[in-house]
Each structure stands twice: as structure tokens, then as C-alpha cells.
């Protein structure tokens, strides 16, 4: 199967080898039939057809608070054996009704929706009433998963609904929250009936794309959702662990089925088990659809602050709220409050000038010729110099003193939501403002102590210290990582750090976790500068801090960094010789070999805007001023360990081999070539408990050593 790293462009198709963009409705509907067709094989299952023999039984009829009330059996399929039981709640007075579907277990949402003048109809395709499992025998023949079993339950409902006089036909309306907001999404995607849909924080298998869900984006993965509840997708679905990129279909492409009908998609940003950045490409992604067809006001997204659970009324009512608007219910324009809105386009667009540098710069290219360090030192200078300009201008500023001197330390609401991890012998250091860590920046020190609390300091009175630089964790920050069991990754990792003697400094980086809002307008703010120049200064911040603790060894002050953690990890060696140690984890693959199978430019430049200079390279990525060899070459001879999976899909390892050749050459230079290690694990891009010993026996043998 081909590798397609990025969403697969909804408005195109594959013909002949040959990618042909969609231009009439004709060929779409053509690629929303294709679209079915690869869902159900590889995620959802096939559904068996309609049964077309509903029988509805009233179990009771009754009228409260001027709303009748009613229990309803379904009876359907084979000999009537298929059941499904469901409530409706029909406000007396003026009909046909828009109707408000939900689970059982949303009961409540459905009575706010009575109020505001729908029908409520909540329906037994949940976990706290569940009528759906039977299917899968009464069907045999059909491979649909649970989620699936209740999403055509869901539409045997619809069946029933359309036999109503009450019922407004052209305005039913779905929702449910997590797994019932997958369900929710997948009953609309299948069935035109349904008007409009809300899919409450659905994450992984909803609202969430496969591709940005695997391990570097520190959300709910699929091998997690496939191992926990295997039984809610088709079990061809595990073999796309760790080849997401494979996937034929994603999940903007299950959105655009829903199009021109009303879209929401409701979630926290700061949610545990999702990663709103990845949610918010798929809300772009779909839209492209809505776009084509004229209707991009009928797709939406209301974000909000809080965890998983529970769900606030206030958000609920908002919910309610699109549902008006899009039904013409109430003049109601809605609004999307997105945090993600960097386009590459437009940042070219107002970067006339710094195209015209790019067209004078001469990349640097290592070779194993260099005679003398002096020899090579002329390049380094070139490196540093083509690698500060892909960083952009750094503002002036000024540095911070005195960090973790504040003796009261002010917590962020958000890590309740999040909350930091705790590490066993550890004291925990709350570094935050009016001490804070360079420009205002909020962390966590975790210095190891003895059963007495005292500090385990070195002979020289001193700690070493790790500082940590997070994955792709938009919504969580530092303080969840990747663990099998999807929760204490971080943890156990800074556990096993602490263990060995080290004290461990983490932030949340910039635009993650704590500091998505921080860097909502970045660009607006920062014209001339990057992200990814901003992190290298707040990592640089942190070394500032350390400094400025007076129980740290400024002399032992190492860098470990995780995906996007380990390139931050490596541009901040190249630039501060106050780096005493590296050690990455499916940091980087090469630039200038970047393709459409490895899009590791693109990445940096289009698709999180980290760097977009980098994407002024992007037709000729062979022109790319610098790369990580170079980068790795000017932090000579910092020692290294690098870990590059074997089986990471962003990363071109046969390319990253032979980029890394020259680099050990120049190590051999200083006389230091056992100082840079390169491991290849038979791994996925995950940092896994394996890793932990690998790295801390490595920053361990770098304190004995020096």
C-alpha cells in the first residue's frame, strides 16, 4: 500500500497511479461510494441491509410536565428476533418536531433539547443499555463491529422515527460523547436520514485522524484502542499499528461522507485521551468538502476547557445552540474558536523577502575529508549561520534570574485537568511565575531524595540534570508521554531517571499542553521569528535556570527529548556549548532527502509551522540550508545516542544511515567518535520502557566519564 503521511486530500482520486483532483459532484459521489466500501472493510465492518420489517410495541405512554413520554420497543430481522429499545419525549403543542437522538446514558441532554422544543429520543446502543451485541448473531454473515452494531441501530431507529407524524423528517439529529460520539459520527457518515451531528470528544476512531493519532501525538493510539476494545473496530485494523500512513481511509474522509449535512465536532483541547491539534486538521480536511459544495457554514467546531468528563450543561446548550442554526431554528451565525490556524500559504504570502534570501543560500554538505578540526570549523560557523537563519530572528529580550526562588508557587487550573506526574523519591519543584523559567515559562523540577527527604546530591554537593523536551502532545503537555496502558509513559520514564540519581527539569513546550493559547497568534506577534526558534530559546531558558539553582550541576546539564522534543533537543546543542549530553528518540529523518513518503520538511513548514522557512525549500528539498547531520556535526563532540526505530514511518532510516557517515567522521576528528551512538531498536516511533534503561545508562556512563 502506499505511504501517504498526511490526510489524503478528500477531493482527489487515484486513477491509474495518477493523482486527479474532484471537480464535479458526479466524481464525488463516486469517491463517497469508495469511501464506504474501504471504511467498512478496514474499520467499521459491512452492515447488513435495511430489514425493512420494523414492528413497534408502546410499553408505556405517559405525560409529565407537558411532555409525553414514551417507551418503545423495536422488533426487526430475521423472525423479529433483532430488538431495539428506545424513548421519546414529544413536548405537547405544535408539530412535525426536529428530533435530538442520543445514547441512554446522555438521558439528560435529551431533556435540555425537549426544552428548547425538540423531540427527545434516546435509544439503547450504549454501554448502560446495550441492544445492539445480538446482532452480530442474528447476522452472521455481516462482519460489523460494536461501534458499527450500534450505529445501525441507531438507523433502525431512524426507520421507526420516519413512521411518526411528530417528527420532523429533514431535521433528526444525532450526538453522543466518546465512544457514542464515534457511533454518532459513524451513523451519519452511513445514513443521509440524519440531518446534523455533534461528536462529543470521539478522539481515536472519531473526530481523531488515524494518522495523528499514533505514538509521537501522546493521544489514544490505535494499538491502544485496538488492544482495550477490540471488539468496536474490524480486526483488520490492528495491522495498520505503527503504519497508520497506510491506511487507505482516515477519519476527515468518515466527515466528508456526512457533507453538505450539519457537522460539530465538540471537544476539550486539553483533553487527556485526544490531541486537539490532530482533531482540528481533520476539521480542516473535511471542510474542504463543505467548501466544494457550497456549504461551509454546515460544518463547525465548539471547543472548551475541561476534562473528558464531565460534559457541562454550558457546552451542551452551545451544542443545541449549531443545531438551531443549522435547522434555521434561531438566528444563530455560528462561531469557531480554533487554535490551530497557521497556514503555510498565507505565511508565504507576507514573506516576499525572506524568499529572496533563501535564493542565496548556500547549503553546508559534510564530507570525511575535514583535515583538522580548524579544518572543519569553517563549515561549523556556515552551519550555525544557515541554521539560525531557518529559526528566523529572535526578538531582543532579557534573560530571567532567580528561577524556583519564589517560595509559593501559583499551579495552572489546567494541570487539575492534567495533572503532573508524580515520581516516587522524588522532590517536586514547582517553578512558576514571579520565579519563573525564562520568558514566564512554567516547569517542574523532580530532584531524587532519600527516605529522609534530603537531597541524594553527587560528592560535589551537586544534582545533574536531564531537561525533557515532550512529543507531538498538543493537549497534554509533558505530563502523559506513551505508555502501553495509555496513561503514565512520562512518569515511569522520569521515574527511572530520578531512580539513577539525576534530577529532571520539564516543560510543557511551546503551543503544548499549559501553552496552546501562549501560541495561538505567534505569527501575528513574531513575523521574523519561528516556533521552532521560540523552543530553542525556552530550552535554553531552562539551561539559564539551572544556573540559577544553586544544588544543580551546571556542568552535567543534559537534554533528552522525545519526536518533535528530540529536534528541539538537537538545534539547542548545535547552538549552546552548555549542553553537556543528547539523547533522542525518533527525533528527526533527513530534510533534503524529504519526499511524499517522508515529509519530514513539510512537516516542520506546512503542516505544524515550527519552521516555515524550511518550506521555501519544499519543490527542491535537495537546497535545504541545513540538516540534522550538519546539526549534529556543530554539536561535536557533544556526546550523542541517538534511537531511530527501525520501523518508524516518518523516518527514511536508510537515508538517515548514509547522512549520518560524515557526522561520526567529524566525531573521530575531536578524537571523540565512541561519542555519538546510533541505535536501531525493531521498534515503532514510540519511546518504550526498553528505552528508559537505554537512555539512563547512557547519561549515567556520561557522569562517570567526565
Known amino acids: 500500500?502506499?505511504?501517504?503521511?498526511?490526510?489524503?486530500?478528500?477531493?482527489?482520486?487515484?486513477?491509474?497511479?495518477?493523482?486527479?483532483?474532484?471537480?464535479?459532484?458526479?466524481?464525488?459521489?463516486?469517491?463517497?461510494?469508495?469511501?464506504?466500501?474501504?471504511?467498512?472493510?478496514?474499520?467499521?465492518?459491512?452492515?447488513?441491509?435495511?430489514?425493512?420489517?420494523?414492528?413497534?410495541?408502546?410499553?408505556?405512554?405517559?405525560?409529565?410536565?407537558?411532555?409525553?413520554?414514551?417507551?418503545?420497543?423495536?422488533?426487526?430481522?430475521?423472525?423479529?428476533?433483532?430488538?431495539?429499545?428506545?424513548?421519546?419525549?414529544?413536548?405537547?403543542?405544535?408539530?412535525?418536531?426536529?428530533?435530538?437522538?442520543?445514547?441512554?446514558?446522555?438521558?439528560?441532554?435529551?431533556?435540555?433539547?425537549?426544552?428548547?422544543?425538540?423531540?427527545?429520543?434516546?435509544?439503547?446502543?450504549?454501554?448502560?443499555?446495550?441492544?445492539?451485541?445480538?446482532?452480530?448473531?442474528?447476522?452472521?454473515?455481516?462482519?460489523?463491529?460494536?461501534?458499527?452494531?450500534?450505529?445501525?441501530?441507531?438507523?433502525?431507529?431512524?426507520?421507526?422515527?420516519?413512521?411518526?407524524?411528530?417528527?420532523?423528517?429533514?431535521?433528526?439529529?444525532?450526538?453522543?460523547?466518546?465512544?457514542?460520539?464515534?457511533?454518532?459520527?459513524?451513523?451519519?457518515?452511513?445514513?443521509?436520514?440524519?440531518?446534523?451531528?455533534?461528536?462529543?470528544?470521539?478522539?481515536?476512531?472519531?473526530?481523531?485522524?488515524?494518522?495523528?493519532?499514533?505514538?509521537?501525538?501522546?493521544?489514544?493510539?490505535?494499538?491502544?484502542?485496538?488492544?482495550?476494545?477490540?471488539?468496536?473496530?474490524?480486526?483488520?485494523?490492528?495491522?495498520?499499528?505503527?503504519?497508520?500512513?497506510?491506511?487507505?481511509?482516515?477519519?476527515?474522509?468518515?466527515?466528508?461522507?456526512?457533507?453538505?449535512?450539519?457537522?460539530?465536532?465538540?471537544?476539550?483541547?486539553?483533553?487527556?485521551?485526544?490531541?486537539?491539534?490532530?482533531?482540528?486538521?481533520?476539521?480542516?480536511?473535511?471542510?474542504?468538502?463543505?467548501?466544494?459544495?457550497?456549504?461551509?457554514?454546515?460544518?463547525?467546531?465548539?471547543?472548551?476547557?475541561?476534562?473528558?468528563?464531565?460534559?457541562?450543561?454550558?457546552?451542551?446548550?452551545?451544542?443545541?445552540?449549531?443545531?438551531?442554526?443549522?435547522?434555521?431554528?434561531?438566528?444563530?451565525?455560528?462561531?469557531?474558536?480554533?487554535?490551530?490556524?497557521?497556514?503555510?500559504?498565507?505565511?508565504?504570502?507576507?514573506?516576499?523577502?525572506?524568499?529572496?534570501?533563501?535564493?542565496?543560500?548556500?547549503?553546508?554538505?559534510?564530507?570525511?575529508?575535514?583535515?583538522?578540526?580548524?579544518?572543519?570549523?569553517?563549515?561549523?560557523?556556515?552551519?550555525?549561520?544557515?541554521?539560525?537563519?531557518?529559526?528566523?530572528?529572535?526578538?531582543?529580550?532579557?534573560r530571567a534570574v532567580n528561577a524556583g526562588s519564589w517560595q509559593r508557587p501559583q499551579h495552572d487550573w489546567i494541570e487539575g485537568i492534567n495533572p503532573r506526574p508524580t515520581i516516587n523519591g522524588a522532590r517536586e519543584v514547582y517553578i512558576s511565575p514571579y520565579a519563573a523559567i525564562g520568558d514566564a515559562i512554567s516547569g517542574v523540577l523532580y530532584c531524587p531524595v532519600d527516605e529522609s527527604g534530603e537531597l541524594r546530591l553527587k560528592a560535589n554537593g551537586k544534582l545533574p540534570v536531564i531537561i525533557y523536551a515532550h512529543q507531538y502532545a498538543y493537549s497534554t503537555g509533558f505530563s502523559k508521554g506513551y505508555d502501553k496502558d495509555g496513561r503514565k509513559g512520562t512518569t515511569d520514564l522520569f521515574n527511572e531517571l530520578v531512580e539513577k540519581g539525576f534530577a529532571v527539569l520539564a516543560i510543557d513546550m511551546y503551543g503544548f499542553g499549559t501553552r496552546i493559547e501562549e501560541a495561538k497568534h505567534f505569527y501575528t506577534r513574531y513575523a521574523k521569528w519561528s516556533k521552532m526558534g521560540k523552543m530553542v530559546h525556552d530550552l535554553r531558558s531552562c539551561i539559564d535556570a539551572v544556573e540559577d539553582i544553586d544544588y544543580l550541576d551546571t556542568a552535567h546539564v543534559y537534554l533528552l527529548g522525545n519526536a518533535i522534543g528530540g529536534s528541539v533537543s538537537l538545534l539547542t546543542a548545535a547552538v549552546d556549548n552548555r549542553v553537556a549530553g543528547v539523547a533522542t528518540v525518533a527525533a528527526f529523518s533527513p530534510l533534503r532527502t524529504s519526499n511524499s513518503q517522508f515529509e519530514t520538511l513539510r512537516t516542520y513548514s506546512h503542516l505544524h509551522g515550527f519552521m516555515p522557512r524550511l518550506g521555501l525549500f519544499a519543490a527542491n528539498p535537495e537546497a535545504t540550508p541545513v540538516d540534522f547531520g550538519e546539526i549534529i556535526a556543530a554539536a561535536a563532540p557533544t556526546p550523542m545516542l541517538i534511537i531511530a526505530p527501525q520501523l518508524d514511518s516518518h523516518t527514511d532510516l536508510p537515508a538517515l544511515k548514509e547522512m549520518l557517515v560524515p557526522v561520526h567522521s567529524v566525531y573521530n576528528l575531536f578524537g571523540r567518535k565512541d561519542q555519538l551512538t546510533v541505535s536501531y531498536p525493531t521498534e515503532i516511533n514510540r519511546m518504550t520502557r526498553e528505552m528508559y534503561g537505554e537512555v539512563s545508562a547512557f547519561f549515567v556512563s556520561l557522569v562517570k566519564n567526565k
Open 1 to 398: 500500500m502506499p505511504s501517504i503521511p498526511m490526510l489524503p486530500d478528500p477531493l482527489t482520486n487515484l486513477n491509474e497511479g495518477k493523482v486527479q483532483a474532484i471537480k464535479t459532484a458526479k466524481e464525488w459521489s463516486e469517491k463517497r461510494e469508495w469511501i464506504k466500501e474501504q471504511y467498512q472493510y478496514w474499520i467499521s465492518g459491512h452492515v447488513p441491509p435495511t430489514p425493512g420489517n420494523i414492528k413497534a410495541e408502546i410499553l408505556s405512554d405517559t405525560v409529565e410536565q407537558g411532555t409525553r413520554i414514551q417507551l418503545i420497543r423495536l422488533r426487526f430481522g430475521p423472525q423479529h428476533r433483532a430488538t431495539m429499545t428506545l424513548e421519546l419525549m414529544i413536548p405537547e403543542g405544535r408539530s412535525p418536531r426536529p428530533v435530538f437522538m442520543t445514547q441512554w446514558n446522555h438521558r439528560e441532554w435529551a431533556q435540555l433539547a425537549v426544552k428548547r422544543g425538540y423531540i427527545g429520543c434516546v435509544y439503547a446502543g450504549a454501554d448502560l443499555k446495550d441492544d445492539t451485541d445480538a446482532y452480530m448473531f442474528l447476522y452472521p454473515d455481516y462482519d460489523f463491529s460494536g461501534l458499527m452494531r450500534r450505529a445501525w441501530g441507531a438507523s433502525r431507529v431512524v426507520d421507526y422515527l420516519f413512521t411518526r407524524d411528530e417528527v420532523n423528517k429533514a431535521q433528526i439529529a444525532i450526538t453522543g460523547h466518546s465512544r457514542n460520539g464515534k457511533q454518532s459520527l459513524w451513523a451519519a457518515a452511513f445514513d443521509e436520514r440524519i440531518a446534523a451531528v455533534v461528536s462529543s470528544s470521539s478522539s481515536t476512531g472519531g473526530d481523531m485522524p488515524w494518522r495523528y493519532c499514533d505514538p509521537q501525538y501522546a493521544s489514544e493510539t490505535l494499538d491502544y484502542v485496538t488492544a482495550w476494545n477490540g471488539h468496536w473496530f474490524q480486526p483488520r485494523l490492528k495491522f495498520f499499528s505503527g503504519r497508520e500512513d497506510k491506511l487507505p481511509v482516515d477519519q476527515h474522509l468518515l466527515a466528508a461522507l456526512i457533507a453538505p449535512r450539519g457537522l460539530l465536532f465538540h471537544y476539550s483541547i486539553v483533553e487527556e485521551g485526544l490531541n486537539s491539534w490532530a482533531i482540528e486538521q481533520n476539521y480542516y480536511s473535511a471542510k474542504k468538502v463543505y467548501d466544494f459544495l457550497g456549504v461551509p457554514e454546515h460544518i463547525g467546531v465548539h471547543t472548551r476547557m475541561g476534562g473528558h468528563l464531565p460534559v457541562p450543561t454550558r457546552d451542551v446548550e452551545q451544542t443545541i445552540d449549531f443545531l438551531d442554526g443549522y435547522f434555521n431554528r434561531l438566528p444563530i451565525k455560528w462561531v469557531n474558536h480554533l487554535y490551530y490556524t497557521y497556514d503555510f500559504s498565507e505565511w508565504e504570502r507576507t514573506h516576499e523577502e525572506e524568499r529572496k534570501e533563501a535564493g542565496h543560500i548556500t547549503p553546508v554538505q559534510l564530507n570525511d575529508r575535514y583535515a583538522s578540526v580548524v579544518d572543519f570549523d569553517d563549515d561549523r560557523k556556515k552551519i550555525i549561520s544557515n541554521l539560525n537563519w531557518t529559526l528566523g530572528e529572535e526578538p531582543p529580550g532579557v
